[in-house]
T-cell receptor
Framework: DGGITQSPKYLFRKEGQNVTLSCEQN?????MYWYRQDPGQGLRLIYY???????QKGDIAEGYSVSREKKESFPLTVTSAQKNPTAFYLC???????????????FGEGSRLTVL | AQSVAQPEDQVNVAEGNPLTVKCTYS??????LFWYVQYPNRGLQFLLK??????LVKGSYGFEAEFNKSQTSFHLKKPSALVSDSALYFC?????????FGKGNQVVVIP
C-alpha cells in the first residue's frame, strides 16, 4: 500500500546529541514537509521541500536540518542547537505539482522525541 | 500573514446529536481551507477541503463544512455524532504551499 513511513516511533535522546528522524514515502509525491506538534499549539512547519535537492525553511527551522537527496526520502535532524526538542514530529507529503497549495497533505504516524 | 483560529479548546456532544467545530481564518487572496482529524498518537488524516465552487463541502466519514466568505469562517459539521468521532480536529488554510494550522479542537462524543 502507498503511504508515508516515519521511524522510529519513539526516540529518547540525551542533551547535546543530534538525532535523525526518518521519513519515506512511496506515493510519488513531489512535496514533503516536517511539522512539530506540541500540546495546545497545533502544528508548526519546520522545513519543506518541493523538489529533490531543494528545501525551504518553515516557521521554526532553527536547530533543525534536512536533506532531500531522493524523491522518496526527507530525513530531519534535530541538532543540539534546538533548545526544546521534546515534541511529536510529523512528516507529510503532497502532490503539489503546481505548488499552489490546493493539494491535501498525507501524514505519517509521527515520531515522539523525548530529551532526557 | 495567514492564520486560523479555532476558538474552543474542547467540544462535548452527546452521541446522536449534531456536531459543530468552529474555524475562522485570515488570509490575503483566495483561501484554500482544509479540515484534518487526528486520533491519539497518530498522524493527521484529511477530511475535506474547499478550493472554489460550492460553499458546502462534503468529506469523509459523513463530515461536511460550510465556507462563509463574509464571516471568514469554515465550520466543520456532522449531523449525528458517533463515539468514534472523538478525536482532535484541525482547521488549516493555505493560499500557497505552506499550510497554517489552527491549534486544534478536542471533540468528545459522550455515549
Amino acid at each position: 500500500d502507498g503511504g508515508i513511513t516515519q521511524s522510529p516511533k519513539y526516540l529518547f535522546r540525551k542533551e547535546g546529541q543530534n538525532v535523525t528522524l526518518s521519513c519515506e514515502q512511496n506515493l510519488n509525491h513531489d512535496a514533503m514537509y516536517w511539522y512539530r506538534q506540541d500540546p495546545g499549539q497545533g502544528l508548526r512547519l519546520i522545513y519543506y521541500s518541493q523538489i529533490v535537492n531543494d528545501f525551504q525553511k518553515g516557521d521554526i527551522a532553527e536547530g533543525y536540518s534536512v536533506s532531500r537527496e531522493k524523491k522518496e526520502s526527507f530525513p530531519l535532524t534535530v541538532t543540539s542547537a534546538q533548545k526544546n526538542p521534546t515534541a511529536f514530529y510529523l512528516c507529510a507529503s503532497s502532490i503539489e505539482l503546481a505548488g499552489d497549495g490546493t493539494g491535501e497533505l498525507f501524514f505519517g504516524e509521527g515520531s515522539r522525541l523525548t530529551v532526557l | 500573514a495567514q492564520s486560523v483560529a479555532q476558538p474552543e479548546d474542547q467540544v462535548n456532544v452527546a452521541e446522536g446529536n449534531p456536531l459543530t467545530v468552529k474555524c475562522t481564518y485570515s488570509v490575503s487572496g483566495n483561501p484554500y481551507l482544509f479540515w484534518y482529524v487526528q486520533y491519539p498518537n497518530r498522524g493527521l488524516q484529511f477530511l475535506l477541503k474547499y478550493i472554489t465552487g460550492d460553499n458546502l463541502v462534503k468529506g469523509s466519514y459523513g463530515f461536511e463544512a460550510e465556507f462563509n466568505k463574509s464571516q471568514t469562517s469554515f465550520h466543520l459539521k456532522k449531523p449525528s455524532a458517533l463515539v468514534s468521532d472523538s478525536a482532535l480536529y484541525f482547521c488549516a488554510v493555505s493560499p500557497n504551499n505552506r499550510l497554517a494550522f489552527g491549534k486544534g479542537n478536542q471533540v468528545v462524543v459522550i455515549p
